[in-house]
């Protein structure tokens, strides 16, 4: 650090930092070998090439602190690394979402006590917007220029409206093939939408280039990604503060990189540590669809070796073949007493249509692949139906419609008369 | 009534009421001549056939009382027509959306402070699920065996979504010709759907049929309308609340029927009259889409004769060519110093684009109508720009996905390598 007026810090890349730029947290700390770097823009540990994660000196938190917060996420402010006047920088104020009681899913299900944490109605529709939110912050108080992400879908949404709701400049790249619809999705909040001839894997390793050969570019889930990661946190502390300040004993939550899981655990360690919530023990439940399972692949083997596939699934939202924070998912379910489980495509659709009509729940390929795989828990005896379990929803179904366009519709096609609508016997 | 067990009445019509089944409504009141009649199923007045409106007798509310009660619709339970132990009863549980101070759209309109009231992250992403919710309610107390709705979109969307969740059965009626998305949209909540050979009207003309023919069935917008109706009052409620307990200066309400704008009239007279917030002039303003706009016409003719229009624009969920409330948003408006407005079809999609690019909110065609207005009534200075303006949004950009799909795209299509990137002037 250099010399620099009061309040600022010049960090040694240069960069210069206001005090609590990044609120209670203290350092970038690797995974793997514990080395600590100093906040900024870095992802991977310089002693191992571990992935380096946010760790924080908490300060005394309380509920009732927590509880005089906004409606979203930044009532868990003092846990985020983000400053105290988050509130004031326009942002898309996602989360605070709806824990539902799902007592006719429970009953389907044969579950006794039964949550659905329903992240489809955030601002754009997914649980991406808890985690850009987090991440546009680290790129405001890190001065970048631009805001930008690799994506298919949900997360090109999130960044293409946060980044237009603070007033930086967004630059989302998405592989040429994406549907029209998709497509239309991201660029009505942005100018600068760029198609790459290529699967999304190509799109992505174009994203690390740029980011590592231009100044001033925050890519969420690059070089930003580790504060962009702690945003799935507050998934968890919400579900504590709305179940009256306690955990769970059962979580199923669905897994494409990992992060979102591992995240959810941590909230929850957290909020024991700081005397939040009782501790207790909680199973976490890992979901995949069949056609990319990778962890569920090596749960199942019962090895630590997560041998990365080539996506086939319906669940697109979910289909990273080499899943970052596969290898955290698998020691969290196992150390917690829970699984990591994978469904069909059909289970999918399946999953999709039983939550809509159960608990009138409209959701994406990956709610349809963790409905399925609760389920399916249910069926193997994996799940303990006589423990408070809650299921986690991480999109709306409009976003991936075609999935179940062809597996429902009109009863009955009939003349504008009452004796043509006796006819149906609907009455 | 005839005599019941204890906490039980019978109206004239046989239905046995619990006690408090309304909350403190007290009767159905004709808006026209002012007859009373008893809470049920009625929505006609038997004297003159003018609407009948919910009227009651409020006890003392506190702020403190509603920052108590849950983040949705049900905090304002004491000012509905619902029951105390509403939340007991599976719903959506809608309400409670995001006033977002909508800084940039503000700066590009000239306005000193505005803000977006935004429905489009209700559950079934519109603020229908408001009034369904209430609807809901009542078809319960009057034990109603089936929950129902002639639609084209997001009334559909949002009674077979609560009436899944609530486990009451739901008949959806829709033209036959809606396209299949918005098909697919309220068929995955009911097995219902029913498809009708004909256009809106003549849906709409089969459900009163069927209203005044079967015993039992609700149609939320026919013999249950002035319970439905009374859910819009909540985003009134919300829009002072979230101020800090005080009304705006100015708002802008879309106007299908006009119902919506006149129970946010509604509500914040409610709130003057309960002490909950302090007198002061506010300017209600109404938006119609040109290819629809019979209100605005008679506005701007200085007459109180609405003369029907047959539809023709994009906006369709404001497309009622002869609405029910026309006449008492002429009077509101009028009376608060207000104005009616129009835009064309080209303008609703610059209002889309305008609000996803200032405020990262996409609308559908309605809001876009809404934002398309407000510009108009700053550039044709019916608006103050120095007061504060709350401008709504109802609805959802998937939904009217087509509205703006030929509109915007992608800047640059480029092969998978930096070298190409930086060709594209991006950088």
Redesign the interface.
Known sequence: MSAAPEGLTVTEQGTVLRDGAFGNARALCCRECGHEVALGPHYACPECFGPLEVSYDFPTVTREEIAAGP??IWRYKALLPVPTDIEQS?N??PG?T?L??A??LAAELGIDKLWVK?DS?????SFKDRVVACALSAARELHAKVFACPSTGNLANAV????????IKT?VF?P?NLE??K???S????????????NYD??N??AS??AG??EGWAFVNVNVRPFYAEGSKTLGYEIAEQLGWRLPDQVVIPVASGSQLTKVHKAFQELVKLGLVDDKPVRIFGAQATGCSPVSTAYKADTDAIRPVKPDTIAKSLAIGNPADGIYVLDICRETGGAVEDVTDDEVREG??LL???????TETAGGTTVGVLKKLVETGQLDTTLETVVINTG????T?DA??DE???????????GA?VS?G??
Chains 1, 2 share one sequence.
């Open positions: 409606r979203n326009p898309t104020e605070f709806r539902l009681e007592r006719n329903d109605t955030n601002p754009t529709n293409a409206a946060a980044g237009a709701r603070a007033g630059v998405i040429s029209k619809p497509q239309v999705n660029a009505v909040y942005t100018d600068s939408l760029v198609a790459v001839e290529g190509d799109v390793k174009l280039e740029i050969e231009e999709i249509l809509a009509r159960t608990e009138g729940v409209f709306m179904g409009l976003k419609l179940v366009a429902v519709g009109p009863a009955a096609t009939i003349k504008p008369s009452y609508f149906t609907l009455v």
